[in-house]
């Protein structure tokens, strides 16, 4: 790392170089098209509006579609909120596409 050295009055500094700015990698936004892929489903299903939705969570629809499209990362605490207003378990929105849900796994009696 290259250090410079800063002068402030009869001070002196050692400024240390800024980190470079952080840029998630391809997985990250794979979860975020998973993500609000479940957001859309699960609003369809909870027969919810974009601009509906949007205002129980307080975001603009425009800012809805973007997480539903995955162009934009949800907040934990939007997403927090959806939930709760969806009336779906968090793990919903994360399971693998194709593993059923524990609704859908036939009971073996085991």
């Given at each position: 790392m290259d250090y410079s050295l800063a002068v402030a009055g009869p001070h002196l500094f050692l400024r240390a170089p800024k980190p470079p700015p952080y840029t998630p990698g391809p997985g990250a936004r794979r979860v975020a098209v998973e993500l609000g892929s479940r957001l859309r489903q699960a609003r369809v299903m909870a027969g919810m509006t974009r601009q509906s939705?949007?205002?129980a969570i307080g975001v603009s629809a425009a800012t809805l579609r973007r997480y539903e499209t995955g162009a934009r990362r949800m907040p934990p605490a939007r997403l927090a909120a959806?939930?709760?207003l969806l009336g779906l378990p968090?793990?919903?929105?994360f399971r693998e596409p194709d593993a059923p849900s524990e609704e859908e796994t036939p009971d073996n009696g085991s």
């Amino acid at each position: 790392m290259d250090y410079s050295l800063a002068v402030a009055g009869p001070h002196l500094f050692l400024r240390a170089p800024k980190p470079p700015p952080y840029t998630p990698g391809p997985g990250a936004r794979r979860v975020a098209v998973e993500l609000g892929s479940r957001l859309r489903q699960a609003r369809v299903m909870a027969g919810m509006t974009r601009q509906s939705l949007a205002s129980a969570i307080g975001v603009s629809a425009a800012t809805l579609r973007r997480y539903e499209t995955g162009a934009r990362r949800m907040p934990p605490a939007r997403l927090a909120a959806a939930v709760v207003l969806l009336g779906l378990p968090l793990s919903w929105f994360f399971r693998e596409p194709d593993a059923p849900s524990e609704e859908e796994t036939p009971d073996n009696g085991s």
